[in-house]
């Protein structure tokens, strides 16, 4: 069943931000509809030490800095959608989206760290941030590298009314 706005209460709350403080945070930005590319996106917007994004980006377009606790922050004009951010993030708090991958169709790239792993073209689940499904989706690869640990990253299509909304995808029932 499809949750609303309503249902969300917020990362005190859920463990997760929902939009309202999403967009209230510097460190959130949605890539603009007419982006060509995909782009990193980082919801970590609690302030937390860290800053293994910041020294994974060989673009250096997420900055930390000096101060351990600032929000990273994406150069949407250095990103190039390379992905390493995403499996580098120990948080799980960055993925890729593009809005128009292909007519009607957004782009995701995620991390998962579960198994069974999606196969490509296998049809998913896609979720939200409270891990409520929202549509489906479809597997266009699954990035699994040695560098990348344990954490692979998917890529996806959904139907882009959705854009904002997926994060993930439900996870895959075990055999
Ligand atoms: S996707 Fe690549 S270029 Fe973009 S922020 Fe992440 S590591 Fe840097
Ligand atoms: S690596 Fe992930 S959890 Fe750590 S600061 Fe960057 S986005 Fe936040």
């Known amino acids: 069943m499809?949750?609303?706005m309503s249902d969300d209460k917020g990362l005190k709350v859920s463990g997760a931000p929902n939009l309202a403080?999403?967009?209230a945070s510097p460190c959130y930005q949605l890539p603009a509809e007419d982006r060509r590319a995909l782009a990193a996106v980082i919801e970590c917007i609690e302030g937390i030490p860290c800053n293994p994004c910041e020294t994974a980006c060989p673009q250096h377009a997420i900055i930390?800095?000096?101060e351990i606790t600032n929000l990273p922050i994406v150069d949407l004009d250095?990103?190039?959608g390379c992905g390493i951010c995403v499996a580098a993030c120990p948080g799980l708090a960055i993925y890729l989206k593009k809005h128009t991958f292909k007519e009607g169709l957004a782009y995701i790239a995620f991390p998962y760290e579960y198994v069974p792993l999606p196969v490509e073209g296998q049809?998913?689940?896609m979720v939200d941030r409270l891990g409520q499904v929202v549509c489906?989706?479809?597997v266009l690869r699954?990035?699994?590298i040695k560098k990348n640990d344990r954490t692979a990253v998917v890529h996806a299509t959904y139907p882009n009314g959705y854009y904002?909304?997926?994060v993930n995808m439900q996870r895959l029932a075990t055999d």
């Open 123 to 125: 049809t998913i689940k």
């Open 2 to 4: 499809e949750h609303t």
């Open 142 to 144: 699954v990035v699994k």
């Open 164 to 166: 904002e909304q997926v």
């Open 136 to 138: 489906d989706g479809t």
């Open 21 to 23: 403080e999403l967009h």
């Open 64 to 66: 930390v800095g000096d």
């Open 78 to 80: 250095k990103c190039n």
